[in-house]
């Protein structure tokens, strides 16, 4: 049926589709609708506590007999310098009048930990089928404890390079995250937004380079996105915007809204929302400060500002400040249930590669 | 064999491969090997006079019985400003003062022509089968007149909106320029370089949007490729950057040897060698001025002072202000005949498709 079984092998799963962990606009939900239908379900946990990580574990166990995954940042977190948070609350300041906010009010600070020994220790206990980085991988005493704990590993890699460190490093797999892929770029050997390769172009030299098997992500979200993906030499491919449209994701009325009018040159990678380069729609903040900037205090600090401008904007329904998160293929997302869009995407690519050749 | 032939038909050619014309990186040679092996090949002419536009398409046509593709910019000329050209020339002043050079010396002026009616009339009198458009179209009357020679017309689109645009207006079939793609990109609907959309991304989108066939470019270089492209809902493909490291292709050696350096992170989109939003390997210009700047005096005139530092620089070895057009699969370019490097490219494409539902 599929023309490569190593991932359904490794994952012990139906079909070759994983889905993405979307900090922050999921939950157990999504990950138990997509499970349900046999893709690799995935709990985005970079801005759960401990404690909730274990919880969504649980939950998902409890309804759906399933291989798990939980995905974690990696990122080495930096102590933001009040110089240029300062400067960056500055240059947001006239958006603060505009929306007549204090621009000078306290903020709380911006929560994305990276994977740590708590953590590990939640891994150990509820030992998920599959542990997937972000940004990297943990220091290598914590990496090794989460393949003790009987985990298969997979990361995300930007370029070639990234995905032959992740493979000399022990990962299961590797995700070749293509720059049209929505939300942050794992990006960790390098900072070059402008030299980010495309699917099309990674996929293909990344099979070349690592032995492991490649998942495809980015632009995916039909049945000829995964027979392509396949076609360049990816096992299998992670999808993420195609799902937030599904009832099951967690974003907003007006996210909800952008996406649903996003077309194939709506989205820019920026660097303005967090600090770190994410494609998202272009939205106002983008616009008149990036998409790329050098300014701010880095991730995530930079993201802190623009909570009280969001929750301002986002009051009069204007998606200004907000997070549009979303890949180049957004507009070809659906509003179908999670587990019948899995459904839907499997037999749609089964279709297309028997007619390929036919 | 092929899944989808209406290429093959419209065009009468025996591959669903289209050599993409490359204005300054080849001549007839590489043309004329393209269609000896059963791809449609094309001549570019943007920098070329009428007259030997003409005389080129009488080589091919004395070497190979096979339909020609003659290729033109539809950009709207401009005049260069002179306080934006001397800015420009004060911006490289550092550099012509480094290699020796006056900064003040007089420079031809830039020449890249659009279509225009003396083209025109070589088109009428030798009736190439193919005519191929970049940055958009000429104005109705001439495309009429290319129409009514019998000429099938094809253009670049860069996003749907330019699909669209160019379907309504009678194109017989729209190249899907994937960012990926190496040299000028054909935005005219758009100029805004952070939103244009990867191959993956592309493709299925304009399938969906244009009833005409659609031609998958940017990041294809190997029979992967080619099915993928089939797969994502493509009736062909045009290669360029894979055709750069081929005996017939008239790069020099410094442009050779970045070639034969570059992975998938080396390549950027720049508009500071042009001033035209272009894919090339990162040189020391990009890299210092841009890859993106607001400066300089438009295209084609910003080139006209790289003249001088790339003669200069060259004769010491190095590509810093050279143009290094190519995509982001220059890596799995192969130093192959051109006409063999066709054949294998087809070979691999169908075997590709076969194992794909096997």
Redesign the interface.
């Known amino acids: 049926m599929w023309?490569d079984r190593r991932l359904l092998d490794l994952f012990k799963i139906d079909l070759p589709i994983f889905q993405a962990p979307m900090a922050g606009a999921m939950d157990t939900e999504l990950a138990i609708a997509a499970a349900k239908a046999g893709a690799l379900c995935a709990l985005p946990c970079a801005m759960l506590s401990p404690e909730k990580a274990r919880e969504q574990v649980n939950i998902v166990r409890q309804q759906v007999s399933a291989p798990v995954s939980m995905n974690f940042f990696a990122h080495t977190p930096t102590v933001p310098e009040p110089t240029k948070v300062a400067a960056w609350r500055e240059r947001l300041a006239p958006y603060y009048k505009e929306l007549q906010l204090d621009p000078a009010m306290p903020l709380p600070s911006a929560a994305r930990a990276p994977f740590d020994a708590a953590m590990c220790e939640v891994v150990e206990d509820v030992r998920p089928e599959v542990v997937s980085f972000h940004f990297g991988l943990p220091e290598a005493s914590l990496l090794r404890r989460v393949k003790d704990a009987g985990c298969v590993v997979i990361a995300s890699a930007t370029?070639?390079?990234e995905a032959v460190w992740l493979a000399e490093r022990g990962v299961d797999a590797v995700i070749a995250q293509?720059?049209?892929s929505g939300g942050h770029r794992s990006m960790f050997l390098?900072d070059?937004i402008?030299?980010?390769?495309?699917?099309?172009?990674?996929v293909?030299?990344?099979a070349d380079a690592v032995r492991v098997p490649v998942i495809a992500a980015?632009?995916?979200a039909?049945g000829?996105?995964i027979?392509?993906?396949?076609?360049?030499?990816a096992a299998g491919v992670q999808i993420g915007t195609a799902f937030l449209r599904t009832p099951e994701s967690k974003v907003n009325a007006i996210i909800r809204s952008s996406l649903a009018k996003g077309?194939?040159?709506?989205?820019?990678?920026t660097n303005v929302m967090t600090g770190r380069a994410a494609r998202g729609i272009?939205n106002r903040a983008m616009r008149e400060l990036g998409?790329?900037t050098a300014e701010g205090p880095g991730f995530p600090h930079a993201s802190a500002a623009f909570g009280p401008l969001k929750a301002a904007a986002e009051k009069t329904g204007s998606s200004d400040f907000t997070n549009l998160w979303a890949?180049?293929?957004v507009?070809?997302g659906r509003e179908l249930p999670a587990e019948e869009l899995v459904r839907a995407l499997a037999e749609d690519a089964l279709r297309?590669?028997?007619?390929?050749?036919?």
């Open positions: 023309p370029i070639v390079k293509g720059a049209e390098t070059d402008a030299t980010q390769p495309g699917t099309f172009a990674l293909p030299q990344m980015g632009g995916i039909d000829r996105g027979a392509a993906a396949f076609a360049l030499g077309d194939d040159g709506s989205t820019a990678i272009v998409p790329v890949g180049q293929a507009a070809l297309r590669l028997r007619a390929l050749s036919a």
